[in-house]
């Protein structure tokens, strides 16, 4: 049965799960950074019947903002839809606890991720020069080329 078919579902990581640190590392290399923003974050999971497929990661700031610090989707279930559900998801949550707009981060070599964003109606806001040479103990590159800078982008929500 493909996948389309199976359900897809959404929910909150529960307090004596683990988290789900082969994914979350895949948005964000460096565990030293996991490691800072994940206690105060909320963790929400993407499953396919028993199987997780996907994470996203909330985390508040002042002035009724919240964050998407990280999503990220299991290799195989990538390009079917589910990076779209769990920030769907997401904004649906941060709208529900009254957040009134919620932004995300991303670098400038993170070209297939800024299209996703922008379509799914972030604007870009700032960019924070360097931030990827100052905050990561190893460059890192895409799409042939180097992360070095934060792209914010920001969604007003209802
Ligand atoms: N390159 C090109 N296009 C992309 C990419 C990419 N890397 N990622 C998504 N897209 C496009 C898809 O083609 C699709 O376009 P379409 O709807 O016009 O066909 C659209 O974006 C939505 O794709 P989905 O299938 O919903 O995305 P997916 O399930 O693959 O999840 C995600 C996207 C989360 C970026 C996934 O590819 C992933 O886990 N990548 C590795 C980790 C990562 O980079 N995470 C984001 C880092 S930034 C942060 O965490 C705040």
Redesign the pocket.
């Known amino acids: 049965m493909s996948n389309q078919h199976k359900k897809l579902s959404f929910r909150a990581l529960q307090q004596q799960e683990e988290p789900p640190f082969e994914l979350l590392l895949?948005?964000?290399p460096a565990m030293e950074v996991l490691e800072f923003y994940l206690p105060q974050s909320s963790i929400f999971l993407a499953l396919i019947e028993d199987e997780l497929v996907?994470v996203i990661v909330l985390f508040p700031l002042a002035q009724g903002q919240c964050e998407?610090?990280?999503?990220?989707?299991s290799?195989t279930?990538?390009?079917?839809?589910?990076?779209?559900?769990?920030i769907k998801n997401a904004i649906a949550v941060a709208t529900q606890q009254g957040y009134q707009s919620l932004i995300?981060?991303?670098?400038n070599s993170?070209?297939?991720?800024l299209?996703?964003y922008q379509?799914m109606g972030f604007e870009l806001k700032s960019i924070k020069a360097n931030f990827f040479l100052e905050n990561y103990p190893e460059p890192i590159f895409e799409n042939g080329l180097q992360a070095k800078h934060l792209l914010v982008l920001e969604i007003g929500l209802p």
């Open positions: 895949l948005a964000d996907g998407i610090k990280n999503v990220a989707v290799p279930f990538q390009g079917q839809g589910i990076g779209q559900f769990l995300i981060g991303t670098a993170s070209v297939g991720q299209y996703l379509k």
